[in-house]
Structures are given as structure tokens and as C-alpha cells.
């Protein structure tokens, strides 16, 4: 009975694991692609000039690499009017963008007082605390603002001018009286200059309708002119040096673009790699790895000092080593 039993049990079991081998399994559903997030991210710059463009360039590229296929970048020229600032970002405010890129100080001042929410990242921004009227400078602006500085050192730029013609005694520096951070340079570097016996006359122009009649008044008052990271400079570097160059007055600047348009040499950063560090910043902000609230202000990571030997051959200048020409 009990054999009879046992085989019972074994038929039961056997038919059920035959019925289960037959029976056909559903087939499984293709997994759905992962869709990546997108982002939409607005670039007001101040206006086209060498500077600008490469900082421009290196913050898209950083972000393209990083986030292929996953950024729409909205790119808008004020054209050099200051006043197109706030129109261009009112309108990113509007569209509701996830990030704002100021490009130049009026760019980032336009961004800061259109929006208290969106993240905003400046580039080539001489200093934050005069720029955005900050009177305790602790290295953060600790609101929705953060980015990248041009400053170059400025003693070191001052320093340049008895290094390179020992015989001046008059310096004219020249800048746009419209733009807080040229101001702030060329209140620093004078003091270095007095600090170094040279007396200093300040030529300030407002814009690029009175940029060849100040600076023909700074030739003709001046041994060497001092033009600091000023955007209209380097938007008019050609209307310069079509000046001071027939004048025969060399000129001391501080970034490499208008060292190529009317200078005799600079110390300056790379404008590449500030935007790149900038998208490196904006990288962090988007994905959520950083609040742009805690985000120091970051520096260019290299300091070059170039010579422009056109305009030192063309001034009977001897360039001085330690200097390297000019990139093509």
C-alpha cells in the first residue's frame, strides 16, 4: 500500500513540473532607456570682443562635455550697451531658465537684480564686492550669485610699467568710468604706482563714442598709458592704437585681447580656461552637487606675461625676458 502510494505522489509531481515546463513564459518587456534631464542655461555677454568670446566658449564647452546632448544654450550679445543687460535676462527669467552665465560686470549686476531665485554664475568679473556693492568681502556672495574673476595680480601689473620704461614719470590711466571693476583697477593700481614714485592722471571715457578723443588727451599728457580688464577698451583696442601708436606712447594693459589690439605687453589669464572653470562651477549646479548659495568666487588658474612684438617693433621697444609673444 504504501509503495503504491509513493508512486502516487511521484506521478503528481511529475505532471506538475511537465505542466510547468510547457507552459510558455511571457516574454519580458524591453527596459525603457533612461531619459536624461535637460536643462536650458542663458548666456548674457556684454559685448564681442576676444575676451569675452573665449570665456563664452570655454563655459559651453565644459558643459557640452559634460553633459552631451542634455544643454540648451540661449546666447544673447548686449552688443556693448549696458542697457540691453536687463532686457536679455528679464527674458531668461521669463523662460524660466535652470542657469544664468553673466558675462562682464554690467551682465552679472543685470542678472543679480532680475532674479533672487535662479542660479547665476558671473565670468570675467574683475571683483565681486564692488561689482555688486558688497561692503564685507568674505570670498562668497552668498546669495543665488557665484563665478569666476579675471583678476590678474595688480601690483605686478603696476610693477610692469618702470620695469618696462624706466625713464616714465607720468602715467595715464585710462578706463571706462561706466564699469565698477575698471574703477576698482585703476584705484588699486595707482596706489601701487605712487607706492613706486610715478604720478598718475586718470582719463576716463563713458563710452565708445569718446574712446580716441580721451585717449588722444592721455598721449598727449602721458609718458606711458595703463588701460585695466576694461570691456569697452577691448571692444575699441583697433580705435586705440590707431592713437597712441602714431603718438609713440607705449601702453601697459591688463588682458591679453587688448594686448593684441594696442599693447606693448600684459600680464594676464586665459579667458578659455575661466569660462571652463566657470562651466565646471555650473556643471556642479545643475546636477545638484552644489548650491550655488556656498560657492566661492574661483581665480583663473594661470597668470602669462606676453609681449605684442608688432607694437614693439613698430615703438622701437625691446621686448624683456621673461616675456613670451604673443599666441597668433
Known amino acids: 500500500m504504501k ?5 502516487v505522489s511521484l506521478l503528481v509531481i511529475f505532471s506538475v513540473l511537465l505542466l510547468a515546463g510547457c507552459e510558455k513564459k511571457a ?9 536624461k534631464k535637460q536643462y536650458t542655461v542663458g548666456i548674457v555677454q556684454l559685448a564681442q570682443h576676444e575676451a569675452l568670446d573665449a570665456a563664452t566658449k570655454g563655459f559651453m564647452d565644459v558643459l557640452n562635455e559634460k553633459l552631451p546632448d542634455q544643454v540648451t544654450f540661449d546666447v544673447q550679445n548686449a552688443s556693448g550697451d549696458t542697457t540691453n543687460c536687463p532686457t536679455i ?9 535652470d542657469l544664468i552665465m553673466a558675462n562682464a560686470t554690467p551682465a552679472l549686476q543685470a542678472a543679480a537684480s532680475a532674479t533672487d531665485t535662479i542660479p547665476i554664475l558671473g565670468t570675467s568679473v574683475t571683483h565681486y564686492a564692488p561689482a555688486l556693492d558688497i561692503e564685507e568681502w568674505t570670498g562668497t556672495v552668498g546669495t543665488n550669485v557665484s563665478g569666476t574673476s579675471d583678476l590678474a595680480d595688480l601690483k605686478d601689473q603696476a610693477a610692469m610699467i618702470p620695469e618696462w620704461f624706466p625713464e616714465a614719470k607720468i602715467v595715464g590711466l585710462f578706463y571706462c568710468s561706466s564699469e ?37 588727451a592721455a598721449c598727449n599728457e ?19 592704437a590707431n592713437v597712441i601708436l602714431p603718438a609713440g606712447k607705449p601702453a601697459i594693459v591688463g588682458e591679453q585681447g587688448i594686448c593684441k589690439g ?25 546636477t545638484g552637487q552644489a548650491k550655488v548659495q556656498e560657492m566661492p568666487i574661483e581665480y583663473a588658474p594661470n597668470i602669462e606675461k606676453y609681449y605684442n ?14 616675456y613670451k609673444p604673443l599666441p597668433e
Do not use: W
Not at 27 to 35: D, F, I, T, V
Not at 201 to 211: A, E, G, L, M
Not at 222 to 239: F, L, Q
Not at 309 to 322: H, I, M, R, Y
Open 89 to 97: 535676462v528679464n527674458g531668461f527669467v521669463s523662460k524660466k531658465v
Open 309 to 322: 612684438a608688432k607694437v614693439c617693433e613698430q615703438l622701437s621697444v625691446t621686448p624683456l625676458e621673461g
Open 3 to 7: 509503495n503504491i502510494k509513493k508512486i
Open 180 to 216: 565698477a571693476n575698471s574703477i576698482f583697477q585703476v584705484e588699486e593700481v595707482e596706489k601701487h604706482l605712487a607706492e613706486l614714485g610715478l604720478e598718475t592722471k586718470r582719463f576716463s571715457f563713458t563710452d565708445t563714442n569718446d574712446v580716441a578723443s580721451v585717449v588722444q
Open 27 to 35: 516574454p519580458e518587456e524591453p527596459k525603457k532607456a533612461e531619459e
Open 262 to 286: 594696442c599693447g606693448v605687453a600684459t600680464l594676464t589669464i586665459s579667458y578659455e580656461d575661466l569660462g571652463r572653470a566657470t562651466g565646471e562651477m555650473a556643471y556642479k549646479v545643475l
Open 222 to 240: 602721458s609718458d606711458v598709458i595703463y588701460i585695466p580688464t576694461d570691456n569697452t577698451a577691448a571692444a575699441n583696442a583697433e580705435a586705440i
